[in-house]
């Protein structure tokens, strides 16, 4: 999630240029969930469009209240870097999504998978945000099982940073040095219902956007050597200027063989 080469990137036939990046107090009410939320459809899947076959995990929050604990756990203490707080009290689901809010104050939110903790695989998910804050950054995540790998892996298959007319792939490799990931990044209209996903195989690592491949890395050793799992992060970034309250919402996360 910071700033890094670019190296291996692939573009799908008539997709939009990939684009690489060098150089290296709280909230005590539950998130806003919108009341009028369209959900027109499930928009194109690269599950569809490649035929990964039957969801085996994942959450569709078709419920209402807070996540269910069965399924993830909810941050509470410091925010990302230290910076501000992650409450439990800045997520709720309603109306078909989850939504996560963050406030003046930097007190976000965000949520760990229980489910899917495994080396391989493939996950889909349906995100938009708010015209958000530039401070506010919202990331899904594939993070190492028991917060731990020895090669710092990460993979955010879609984040958005200070640019916000923007979306990233990320894919850390190390832990340090001037190449210690690959990069991606698109033109999109984040506050519009797009769908991410990120394929993981012994071949390597790809991402997809609204179906179309817009991120490779073959490289060995750039393979996380651990399991993984799904986390969904407002992460808070502030640069000493106002903050303006922003949210992201996610429809659903599936997760396939």
Request: glycine share 12%; net charge neutral; with cysteine.
């Amino acid at each position: 999630m910071t700033v890094g080469r670019t190296t291996a990137a692939l573009a799908a036939a008539g997709a939009l240029t990939l684009g690489g990046y060098g150089a290296a107090p709280g909230m005590d009410r539950p998130a806003e969930v919108a009341t009028a939320v369209t959900l027109a459809s499930d928009g194109t899947q690269a599950a569809v469009v490649r035929g990964w076959g039957p969801v085996v995990a994942g959450d569709e929050f078709s419920y209402a209240g807070p996540p269910d604990p069965a399924k993830w756990k909810v941050y509470k203490g410091p925010g990302h870097a230290g910076k501000g707080i992650r409450s439990p009290n800045a997520l709720a689901v309603g109306c078909g999504v989850v939504t996560l809010s963050g406030d003046g104050a930097g007190t976000t939110g965000g949520m760990s998978a229980r489910f899917a903790n495994q080396r391989y695989g493939r996950w889909e998910a349906r995100m938009k945000t708010s015209a958000r804050d530039l401070q506010y950054h919202p990331v899904l995540i594939l993070w190492p099982n028991n917060n731990s790998s020895p090669t710092c892996a990460e993979i955010d298959y879609a984040e958005g940073t200070a640019d916000t007319t923007l979306i990233r792939f990320n894919l850390h490799h190390a832990c340090s040095g001037p190449g210690f990931q690959t990069r991606a990044a698109r033109p999109l209209d984040t506050t519009q219902w797009h769908n991410y996903a990120v394929e993981w195989t012994p071949a390597g690592i790809t991402g997809y956007l609204d179906g179309s491949l817009w991120f490779a890395d073959t490289n060995p050793a750039h393979q996380p050597t651990v399991g993984m799992h799904q986390t969904v992060q407002l992460d808070w970034f502030p640069n000493g200027t106002p903050t303006k309250p922003s949210q992201m919402q996610v429809d659903w996360i599936r997760v396939y063989k």
